[in-house]
């Protein structure tokens, strides 16, 4: 049988993930991957230069892929700071749900959990790029030096943030994740009333919402 020549990066990931549910492990090497999906090992290293890599790759598209369906939509444009990132936060999971076969099996196959964010290296450069271009109102500290430091720790903070609520979705047995959806929308408004100094009543709902879904696990 000839082997595939329009070999893309979309068509190996593809394959990749589809071995991954199938067989619960990945390939053995990119070689026999290659060839049970009918292509030159070498195009595998046209795209990337492991497995790992392109592992990495995956969890990195799906954040390329919420910002190029985000830009799609003239709507968004019109929005503030936090509802951009709320949009983000809601089309991001998304696209997990879409996969959280694999997703599931990625980032707990390892049990290491610093292991699983060498995964999302990539993800956190598109990620904290996003949130450092929302333009978030901060305090004006009239020096440069502090300002970036104000600005660093938005984006650090951000990003906790995010990887608190992949560990909240990959735990939620709510139907359609609902609980996902609620604790993205308090936690993300709890964020931004802290900086405009106004937190108290998002802060507390939030705190509520935290307590309560603590007291159904134990239950």
Known sequence: MAKKKNITALFIISAYMDYVLEHGEQPKNVYAFAKDNNFDEAKFYEFFSSFKALEENIFKTFGTNTIE???????FETFDARNKLLSFYYTFFEQL????SYVVHSLTADKKPLQSLKLLKGLKHVFTDFVEHLDVKTLDLNQERLEKIQNKAINQTAWIQFLMTMKFWLDDTSASFDKTDQYIEKSVNASFDLIDNTPLKSIVDF???LFKEKLDIRS
């Open 97 to 100: 749900t879409a996969n959280r």
């Open 69 to 75: 369906l985000l830009a799609k939509s003239e709507e």
């Open 207 to 209: 705190g509520k919402f």
